[in-house]
């Protein structure tokens, strides 16, 4: 089973809204990852957990709160979202973070619009 | 800088090869990987390559490396329809704590029946 789930697929969600995405995966990987991605963009890197702990953040605003309740769950809680938030975000899964080589596992994405 | 460059967008007919192209920027990436996104879809790993090696062949995908040059590319055999996508290139960078994956900019590949 090399497979990452997120759900939503969809989100709506508006200025003053308080939302979570989720996203899970059972291949025992310790690492986890939140992307984001605008249209005809590549993939921006959020946040990085390893073995639970936060080791990544990339300078993200605090209206994203990443959580990692344990190594199967990665939750990204959103508060006081702007319209320019909207995107495709991504969750990946891997090894440990460490490897050197690491497959990154890859979830369908939320697609999410802030109005 | 700390950009990964790829061209915007590529057009081949069916039947053709394809070849995809990348300038990636930190010479000490141990690895570099190839993902395809296809519309409204997460990233699919196509291959990846260890910097050590100048070619790697997998059924219709052969990747070339020129670490010299930092380029990569990506050909595709005999391409289908169902190649059209979004391809990235990927180099993989330590991030202080972990590794991380920096993303090439993206081809979009459009195959003409």
């Known amino acids: 089973d090399t497979e990452v789930t997120q759900t939503p697929k969809h989100l709506v969600m508006g200025m003053t809204n308080k939302k979570s995405l989720k996203c899970e995966q059972h291949?025992?990987?310790?690492?986890m990852y939140w992307y984001k991605q605008k249209a005809k963009k590549p993939p921006e890197l959020m946040f990085v957990?390893?073995?639970?702990?936060?080791?990544i953040n990339e300078s993200v605003p605090s209206r994203f709160s990443p959580e990692c309740p344990n190594s199967s769950l990665l939750n990204l809680h959103l508060h006081a979202l702007q319209p320019e938030d909207s995107a495709l975000y991504l969750c990946?899964?891997?090894?440990?973070?460490?490897?050197?080589?690491?497959?990154?596992?890859f979830g369908p994405g939320t697609r999410l619009l802030v109005l | 800088g700390e950009d990964v460059e790829q061209s915007l967008f590529l057009s081949v007919r069916e039947g053709d090869s394809s070849v995809i192209n990348c300038t990636y920027t930190?010479?000490?990436?141990?690895?570099l990987y190839w993902y395809k996104q296809e519309p409204g879809a997460g990233l699919q790993l196509l291959t990846y390559?260890?910097?050590?090696?100048d070619m790697k062949q997998d059924q219709r995908l052969t990747v070339l490396l020129n670490k010299k040059d930092k380029h990569l590319s990506l050909r595709i055999a005999d391409t289908q329809t169902g190649d059209s996508a979004i391809y990235f290139c990927?180099?993989?960078?330590?991030?202080?704590?972990?590794?991380?994956?920096?993303f090439g900019t993206g081809t979009l590949l459009a195959v003409q029946p």
């Open positions: 390559i260890f910097s050590n090696m």
């Open positions: 990946a899964s891997s090894q440990d973070g460490w490897q050197a080589q690491e497959t990154q596992y």
């Open positions: 930190d010479s000490s990436s141990t690895y």
């Open positions: 957990y390893s073995y639970e702990k936060l080791s």
């Open positions: 291949m025992g990987h310790r690492a």
């Open positions: 990927a180099e993989s960078r330590y991030g202080g704590a972990t590794n991380k994956l920096i």
